[in-house]
């Protein structure tokens, strides 16, 4: 199923947020950031969440704060990692503070709000609706070669239950690759297209969701989203434009209607 993100109205706390409202029946406030609503300058305006891409960091700080108000979570609680295109997964139940590194993120908390940051890569959401668990994952062309979902869905019992949203990213008319990624590829029906020379042309959707069926999630169970990002308009692109910021696709394991009844920050 394919799903055309649409930004949600109101704002929360003034912050322009793109929801993924078919997460709410499963107990999970989930919603994509754009580049609208934060304080970042040139050419990272304006709700930048990196801090490794040559922002100045206080305004960072300020649009993940922003972030992690509209999750109503304390700023602390809004949990990012240092991705390196990798498989390694980030189980947060026994966190408390600190550093991570991976591309993945999986808790079964309530009091946490997991953000994984992109411009360009796969971000991806899972939710297992008979359990509390919940993950986020970023999914660039290593990451997937390296494993980044079948090491995600290995924290889940039952992968035929998991519902998994496949946030934007670049199409394959703007990912121009070469023949030393293209191989990683050849086996998967539809993910590379003829382009000039030896050039081709990567489907990051069509791998992604090979990978998910590889892995035992069924097809009515993922559910695409657009925009792509491809002219880095409304998501920041880093193939458009760079240097340039990166946006957030966030979960927490608590419907956004609950948080704002419990009355949590």
């Known amino acids: 199923m394919s799903v055309a993100l649409t930004l949600a109205t109101p704002s929360r706390d003034g912050l322009p947020r793109f929801e993924l409202d078919a997460m709410r029946e ?6 994509v950031t754009g580049r609208g609503g934060g304080v970042s300058t040139a050419p990272y305006e304006h709700l930048n969440l990196a801090l490794h891409v ?3 960091p206080r305004l960072v700080a300020e649009n993940r704060r922003r972030v992690a108000a509209a999750a109503r979570v304390a700023p602390s609680h809004l949990v990012t ?22 591309d ?5 908390r309530d009091d946490v709000a997991l953000c994984v940051l992109v411009a360009d890569c796969v971000p991806l959401l899972f939710v297992d ?17 390296a494993g980044v979902i079948p090491a995600t869905l290995a924290h889940f019992a039952r992968a035929n239950e998991v ?28 993910a590379c297209h003829e382009d000039q020379g030896d050039r081709q042309r990567l489907d ?21 989203c657009t925009p792509y990002t491809d002219d880095g308009g409304v998501f920041f692109s880093d193939r458009a434009q760079r240097p340039c910021g990166r946006f957030g696709l966030v979960a927490r394991r608590a419907t956004y209607d609950a948080t704002r009844r419990e009355g949590t920050p």
């Open 81 to 102: 990692s240092h991705q390196v295109h990798g498989a390694t997964v980030n189980d947060l139940d026994h966190w408390r503070a600190g550093p991570l590194e991976g």
């Open 204 to 224: 990051l959707g069509v791998v992604t969701r090979h990978q998910l069926r590889r892995g035992g999630v069924l097809d009515e169970h993922v559910t695409s």
């Open 163 to 190: 519902r998994v949203v496949v946030g934007p990213h670049i199409s394959s008319a703007r990912y121009q690759i070469g023949p030393e990624v293209a191989r990683h590829f050849s086996d998967v029906d539809g």
């Open 26 to 31: 499963f107990g999970v406030d989930a919603f």
């Open 129 to 145: 609706p008979t359990d509390a668990r919940v993950a986020v994952a970023h999914a660039g062309w290593r990451g997937l070669v």
């Open 54 to 56: 040559g922002d100045d």
């Open 104 to 108: 993945a993120l999986v808790t079964t």
